[in-house]
């Protein structure tokens, strides 16, 4: 059986420093994570150059270390 499509939210500083981290198997689960993610970001952040990202990996393996882990 083949591993489940991880997705992960990212929330980057301008010196491209990962942030914060949420994984999680759960498509809108993490669709609501990066809406959230993007909400919460002051428009000073905004305008310094912060970013939100979500990507799909293949594993566990390919996921942050720091990162929160839901669905697990």
């Not at 990212?10 to 914060?20: A, M, N, R, T, V």
């Not at 809406?35 to 919460?40: G, T």
């Given at each position: 059986?083949s591993e489940p499509v991880i997705w992960v ?64």
């Amino acid at each position: 059986m083949s591993e489940p499509v991880i997705w992960v939210n990212e929330q980057i500083d301008p010196c491209g420093i990962l942030y914060s981290c949420i994984a999680c198997v759960d498509e809108q689960q993490a669709k609501d994570c990066y809406e959230s993610f993007l909400a919460n970001l002051t428009p000073e952040q905004k305008a310094a150059g912060w970013v939100v990202q979500m990507r799909s990996v293949p594993s566990w393996d390919e996921v942050p270390v720091s990162a929160l882990k839901l669905s697990y």
